[in-house]
């Protein structure tokens, strides 16, 4: 074969090989997102939910739903229906017993049961403690992950209750969680734990240790988040 048929023919295999794979494309990884960035879209992705139910339980150092120290709270139900309505039951201790009273919170109105009664009454505003300013959107929790959460780290990635979350551990100002609790958190800097669902970067769990000046142990405040985008009947139980 003669040396310029030869060279064709390398040629024409050349092309071929090009033509039918050539280089690898050049795959441009995308950028981890920073512990604010993964906070700031937690809180974007919470506050489109249209509805979602929460639980709060509380340990530790003692809360009092008032100013003459009856009732304890342990915990909190609820359900949040955008854009302002809430149901809640919260659970006291008392030195008689344990008692439970249920509020409902909707277009700036709060209902309130009668510990003792179990009578719906109204609520004059900042009567008694109104779950619907935990998700407040120009101030509420979904608002704190926006721009509340100072020092904030990504502590890893964990399962919680089959899903994959990011762990992501910082400190929000003692005022920013006075502000949406009624005073009854934030005492001092509060230390915050956050679970996000990897996939959805919607809340599932938050923990808030609270650690008043003077007081010989913390509270601790645990936020539970599930059933999102469920119906949820909110409305007034009485005329007022």
């Not at 310029?4 to 795959?27: D, F, N, Q, Y």
């Not at 209902?111 to 009454?121: D, F, I, S, V």
């Not at 502000?179 to 990897?198: K, N």
Request: glycine share 8%; net charge negative.
């Amino acid at each position: 074969m003669s040396q310029w048929l030869r060279a064709a023919l390398s040629l024409v295999v050349a092309l071929i090989i090009t033509g039918c794979g050539g280089a690898a494309p050049v795959v441009t990884p995308t950028p981890t997102p920073t512990p604010a960035e993964i906070s700031a879209r937690a809180g974007q992705a919470t506050g489109a939910a249209q509805s979602l139910a929460f639980s709060i339980t509380v340990t530790g150092q003692p809360v009092y739903t008032d100013p003459s120290r009856v009732f304890v709270i342990t915990a909190i139900d609820g359900a949040l229906r955008r854009p302002d309505g809430v149901l809640a039951t919260l659970k006291l201790r008392s030195a008689a017993g344990l008692a439970e009273v249920r509020t409902v919170s909707l277009a700036g109105k709060q209902y309130a049961t009668n510990p003792l009664t179990r009578a719906w009454q109204c609520l004059t505003p900042g009567q008694a403690f109104d779950a619907a300013i935990l998700f407040d959107p120009q101030k509420g929790i979904e608002r704190l992950l926006q721009d509340g959460i100072e020092n904030i780290t990504l502590v890893g990635e964990e399962t919680l209750d089959g899903r994959l979350t990011y762990h992501l551990r910082g400190t929000i100002p003692g005022a920013r969680m006075a502000d949406i609790s009624g005073g009854l958190i934030g005492a001092a800097p509060v230390t915050a734990d956050i679970w996000a669902d990897r996939e959805t970067l919607r809340l599932a769990k938050i923990v808030l240790v609270d650690q008043a000046p003077g007081a010989p142990e913390p509270t601790t405040w645990t936020l539970v988040f599930s059933t999102y985008d469920q119906p949820v009947d909110v409305r007034p139980p009485i005329e007022c």
